[in-house]
């Protein structure tokens, strides 16, 4: 049997969907000749699509896996068209497609994973740089990508139990071709940008990126609904009585970072080249300085309007780094009791819960301690093995099941 992921998110160069797409790879490869093949009688060849960007980061020598370079950007029109030949000239038994953008003339069955259904609660022209008609068109794409994938998959996985009811209330998609399968939380200390940082104590670090000894933390992308905006003012009217702390930022500084910037600017919280600003934006951090960043965090804040699942605060959990979260979506779901939850639409409720946690150290520490357990319950291998688990369903003849 030959079954083939697309892996072209894999890595960083797919943010967060690039978290997930590697660890379930390199997960499953492991986990492919071990009993679970064995005991079924099934054993399975890999093919990894991968794109030009991430083509020599996947390294693997096992025989039974095979890496494929394809130069079909996501969401594109070669994408549609280009990527089926690829598919079809592999002689594929199964294909699974990480995220919603499944071409529509996929020639073999597949399982698709679908992580949130964003685009359909916030369909708003700030969450794109095109023009408005552009925006529009995509988005209707968009939906009619998303719903020929659902009615076409043999499984759809999803990593939430919110996710799989919100495509069931959305799409009306029978609840028993959906999977639930939590993701698990990556030890960033094991990653493999981590060699180069050994030899640096944390402190060289923090000062690499001047960073205070006070700081808030946030870490993720900058789109309008993770609703970083609010967080700045609720920020600004912070620095009003502790002027020694600071707001860090973390991620890569695309359109929508130089967009929070602006706004930034704005409030006076931030300029271009001030190292004192009180606002800092280092831009993307690799994994093992990204640990350092979230031990020396006062605190981890995690404001979005919409998650279907939430990896940016179970990474801090990791590190005893202590989370105030919104309590909309998947994120309670998620994140349990080990978290002080607030409005995330609501400034002064924001306001109050930060300034409560930062004067309290002991509920601090209580919830590193909650956090810790609660990051128990979620582990890449158990994802991948589950995720092995839906191909073995769906291959295996009728009669054996």
Same mark, same amino acid.
């Given at each position: 049997?030959?079954i083939?992921?697309? @892996?072209?998110?894999?890595?960083p160069?797919?943010?967060?969907?690039?978290?997930?797409?590697?660890?379930?790879?390199?997960n499953?490869?492991?986990i492919s000749?071990?009993?679970?093949?064995a005991d079924?009688?099934?054993?399975?060849?890999?093919v990894?699509?991968?794109?030009?960007?991430n083509?020599?980061?996947f390294?693997?020598p096992?025989?039974?896996?095979?890496?494929?370079?394809?130069?079909?950007?996501?969401y594109?029109?070669?994408?549609?068209?280009?990527?089926?030949?690829?598919?079809?000239?592999e002689?594929?038994?199964l294909?699974?497609?990480p995220?919603?953008?499944?071409?529509?003339?996929s020639p073999?069955?597949f399982v698709?994973?679908?992580?949130?259904?964003?685009?359909?609660?916030f369909?708003?022209t700030? @969450?794109?740089?095109?023009?408005?008609?552009w925006?529009?068109f995509?988005?209707?794409?968009? !939906?009619?990508?998303?719903?020929?994938?659902l009615k076409r998959?043999?499984?759809?996985?999803t990593?939430?139990?919110f996710?799989?009811?919100?495509i069931?209330?959305?799409?009306?998609?029978?609840?028993?071709?959906?999977?639930?399968i939590y993701?698990?939380v990556?030890?960033?200390?094991?990653?493999?940008?981590?060699?180069?940082?050994?030899?640096?104590?944390?402190?060289?670090?923090?000062s690499?990126?001047?960073i205070?000894?006070?700081?808030?933390?946030?870490?993720?992308?900058?789109?309008?609904?993770k609703?970083?905006?609010?967080l700045?003012?609720?920020?600004?009217?912070l620095?009003?009585?502790?002027?020694n702390?600071?707001?860090?930022?973390?991620?890569k500084?695309?359109?929508?970072? !130089?967009?929070?910037?602006?706004?930034?600017?704005?409030?006076?919280?931030?300029q271009?080249g001030?190292i004192?600003?009180p606002?800092?934006f280092?831009?993307?951090v690799?994994?093992a300085q990204l640990?350092i960043?979230?031990?020396?965090?006062?605190?981890y804040?995690?404001?979005?309007?919409y998650?279907?699942?939430?990896?940016?605060?179970?990474?801090?959990?990791?590190q005893s780094?202590p989370?105030?979260?919104?309590?909309r979506a998947?994120?309670?779901?998620?994140?349990?009791? @080990?978290?002080?939850?607030c409005?995330p639409?609501s400034?002064?409720?924001?306001?109050d819960?930060?300034?409560?946690?930062?004067?309290?150290?002991q509920?601090?520490e209580e919830?590193?301690k909650?956090g810790?357990?609660?990051?128990?319950?979620?582990s890449?291998?158990?994802? @991948?093995?589950l995720t092995?688990?839906?191909?073995?369903?769906?291959?295996?003849p009728?009669k054996? !099941?």
């Amino acid at each position: 049997m030959k079954i083939g992921i697309d @892996a072209r998110f894999y890595g960083p160069v797919g943010k967060g969907l690039g978290r997930y797409t590697q660890e379930v790879v390199d997960n499953i490869i492991k986990i492919s000749n071990s009993n679970l093949s064995a005991d079924r009688g099934m054993f399975f060849d890999y093919v990894i699509f991968l794109s030009p960007d991430n083509f020599d980061e996947f390294d693997c020598p096992q025989k039974n896996v095979k890496k494929v370079k394809i130069n079909c950007s996501w969401y594109g029109w070669e994408e549609q068209l280009l990527f089926p030949y690829y598919l079809w000239r592999e002689h594929l038994d199964l294909i699974h497609f990480p995220h919603f953008n499944v071409p529509i003339l996929s020639p073999k069955k597949f399982v698709v994973t679908i992580h949130d259904l964003i685009l359909t609660h916030f369909p708003t022209t700030r @969450a794109t740089k095109h023009n408005h008609f552009w925006y529009y068109f995509k988005n209707l794409a968009y !939906r009619l990508v998303i719903l020929i994938a659902l009615k076409r998959a043999q499984r759809i996985i999803t990593v939430s139990r919110f996710t799989k009811e919100d495509i069931v209330k959305q799409f009306k998609i029978s609840a028993d071709k959906i999977t639930v399968i939590y993701e698990g939380v990556a030890k960033l200390s094991a990653s493999r940008d981590s060699l180069f940082v050994t030899k640096l104590d944390n402190q060289e670090i923090l000062s690499q990126h001047h960073i205070p000894e006070r700081f808030l933390l946030y870490v993720g992308n900058a789109y309008p609904h993770k609703n970083l905006e609010l967080l700045l003012r609720v920020f600004n009217r912070l620095q009003i009585k502790e002027s020694n702390l600071h707001l860090v930022l973390v991620g890569k500084i695309d359109y929508f970072y !130089r967009r929070l910037q602006n706004y930034a600017r704005s409030l006076n919280l931030w300029q271009e080249g001030n190292i004192n600003s009180p606002v800092i934006f280092p831009g993307y951090v690799p994994d093992a300085q990204l640990e350092i960043f979230y031990k020396a965090a006062q605190l981890y804040v995690f404001p979005s309007l919409y998650e279907g699942f939430g990896l940016p605060p179970l990474e801090a959990m990791s590190q005893s780094c202590p989370v105030l979260s919104s309590d909309r979506a998947a994120l309670p779901e998620i994140l349990g009791e @080990a978290v002080q939850y607030c409005h995330p639409e609501s400034e002064s409720e924001m306001f109050d819960r930060i300034q409560n946690l930062l004067q309290d150290p002991q509920q601090r520490e209580e919830l590193e301690k909650r956090g810790l357990e609660q990051i128990k319950k979620y582990s890449w291998w158990e994802c @991948a093995r589950l995720t092995l688990e839906v191909y073995h369903d769906i291959l295996q003849p009728p009669k054996n !099941r």
